[in-house]
């Protein structure tokens, strides 16, 4: 191909990209399905402003190697012992079942044991993209639900690494399906000992060194080297580099420069990862799939029916309550981005039929457009669930005493939901403590960690796990409460970080003085907002207010004090 025809397709590819994929975010659908639907749209059997998409093919690999980076750069290991229940118990547990379950009926209606074992496997996955879309839109992430589902999507990334070398060792005829497994484990298991081995050695040290420089050309130049080496090497040994990208993320995920990798890498991974599902839309043949419409119309019913119950059924086996079981089982019961890897390199390797896996392609995209509807019929059930289930308010004697890592929030009203949903966002676990029974009822029911109990007293702070804790967030409304609490908390866990809201520069001065690690002082920082949108308004720019505002904080508002003096008879609401 030379390089006017080059130039012309990566034009047609970044039209179509900019032209439709905005329109399925506005549609509030998840960007892969645009992706997809721009590869149908240019595609060879859409319009057909792209023939030949092997080259396209090449490049689009890459964007798997980064996705799978970006898995194992978010599974610190932190994260997972927090979650081991449910990620190795659960997890493992509906990837195992549903796989079973879906590759012994692909195997009885005639697919090898081979194409069964890759139908289940890819099939058992759902969309980690979609699901996590909704629960962070909606602040659902710390509920209950979320926090499992979000379990059960952790664990079926780290399933993809192994389903992967599967279909590579199948695709190179490596004897019976049983000897490939077992090559693929040991593989699997040798690339890991080496790797992270290794890479505890010296990722750390080099980092350092380049850190140092302070070139952000430079550190970007690092991570790339480190992701694509690290995939070369292990394709050495006959493995994917895909595997070794993921292990280069998982070494990275447990230094100092984790949250710098990410940002530097999110563009590389987010363009090819756009151009590979660009490509599986390109490759899905509408005229074949078009004479088995009815074949794709059962399979896509059966799959959002079956994942289900069997998700749900799963989840209710681990103790959580039937209303939480049911909506889980319904927010993943489709198919996912995976699958479409899976399925896409299992025909490109001949392990299964071409026309297999354009119904199966098929499937999965539909079952993922039918994530928002399944999604609200979830929670039309699980309000319903939840009435009938009438559960009373919880104290602190049923938290999970396993629990850590996570942050204490002291009083959940207004402030205290606003933090937990910017921590839910951000995955970070908490525990809420509040006084008002009918609140922490109603957060129960919604699945949300809000217990009663009085987080002054040091036996709720043991309950809550405070020990345990990253950090504590009081919330509370009234000066005299608050300041009670950090003492409390200073006196059980001394080292424990704890932030704060005060009242105002009085009030934010004597929690500093009980021990307070961070404070805001609410009305001073809504003024300091408030000023910034006059500021604007007035035509100054915005870097200009950025800079008055963040001199005005620092040293402890110090400005702030000298402007306005603090009025020894301090009246609360001021």
Request: proline fraction near 3%; hydrophobic fraction near 50%; charged fraction near 15%.
């Amino acid at each position: 191909m030379d390089g006017p025809e080059i130039l012309h397709d990566v034009l047609v590819f970044l039209v179509a990209a900019v032209v439709v994929v905005p329109v399925f975010r506005r549609l509030r659908s998840s960007p892969v399905l645009g992706y997809l639907a721009a590869g149908l749209l240019i595609g060879p059997h859409g319009l057909a402003f792209i023939r030949d998409t092997e080259s396209a093919h090449t490049l689009a690999e890459f964007g798997v190697v980064f996705l799978l980076f970006m898995i194992g750069l978010e599974l610190s290991f932190g994260r997972l012992r927090v979650l081991k229940r449910y990620v190795f118990g659960l997890g493992s547990l509906q990837v195992a079942v549903t796989g079973l379950l879906i590759g012994g009926i692909a195997w009885k209606l005639g697919a090898t044991v081979e194409a069964a074992a890759i139908i289940g496997g890819g099939l058992a996955l759902s969309s980690t993209a979609f699901v996590l879309q909704l629960l962070v839109e909606r602040g659902e992430r710390a509920t209950r639900f979320g926090q499992v589902s979000f379990a059960i999507l952790l664990l079926q990334d780290i399933a993809v690494v192994p389903l992967l070398i599967l279909v590579t060792l199948l695709g190179q005829g490596e004897g019976s399906f049983i000897a490939a497994v077992g090559g693929a484990t040991i593989r699997a298991v040798v690339a890991l000992v080496l790797v992270v081995g290794i890479g505890r050695l010296i990722l750390r040290p080099i980092y350092r060194i380049i850190a140092g420089t302070k070139s952000s050309e430079l550190f970007v130049a690092t991570t790339l080297l480190t992701v694509l080496g690290t995939g070369w090497l292990v394709s050495l040994g006959g493995l994917s580099m895909a595997l070794g990208a993921f292990l280069a993320g998982l070494l990275l995920s447990e230094t100092e420069y984790r949250h710098q990798v990410e940002a530097d890498i999110q563009p590389f991974r987010g363009i090819l990862l756009g151009l590979f599902f660009m490509t599986v839309g390109m490759s899905i043949n509408i005229p074949l799939v078009g004479t088995h419409v009815g074949q794709i119309a059962a399979l896509f019913v059966a799959l959002l029916i079956g994942k289900s119950i069997v998700t749900a059924a799963l989840c209710r086996g681990f103790g959580l309550p039937f209303s939480v079981s049911v909506r889980a089982g319904m927010l993943l019961s489709q198919g996912g981005e995976f699958g479409f890897i899976l399925f896409a390199s299992a025909s490109a390797l001949g392990v299964i039929p071409m026309e297999t896996a354009q119904v199966l392609l098929a499937v999965i995209a539909l079952t993922m457009a039918a994530t928002p509807a399944m999604d609200y019929l979830g929670n039309r059930g699980f309000n319903f669930l939840a009435k009938q289930e009438r559960e009373p308010v919880t104290g602190t004697d049923e938290i999970s005493d396993d629990l850590e890592d996570h942050l204490v929030i002291a009083g959940f009203g207004r402030v205290g939901q606003t933090v937990a949903s910017v921590l839910s966002a951000g995955g970070i676990p908490f525990v809420a403590l509040d006084l008002d029974p009918d609140r922490v009822s109603k957060c129960r029911r919604i699945g949300l960690p809000v217990f009663f109990g009085d987080a002054g007293q040091i036996e709720v702070l043991k309950a809550a796990g405070a020990n345990r804790a990253k950090g504590a967030v009081i919330t509370i409304d009234q000066p005299a409460t608050a300041s009670r609490l950090v003492a409390a908390l200073k006196e059980y866990a001394p080292d424990l970080e704890i932030f704060v809201r005060a009242r105002d520069l009085s009030h934010s001065r004597q929690l500093e003085i009980a021990g307070a690690t961070a404070v805001v002082p609410e009305t001073i920082e809504a003024s300091l907002q408030l000023g910034g949108i006059v500021m604007n308004a007035m035509g100054i720019t915005p870097d200009e207010v950025a800079a008055i505002i963040d001199d005005l904080r620092q040293d402890d508002y110090e400005k702030l004090r000298e402007i306005v003096p603090e009025h020894k008879d301090n009246k609360e609401g001021s």
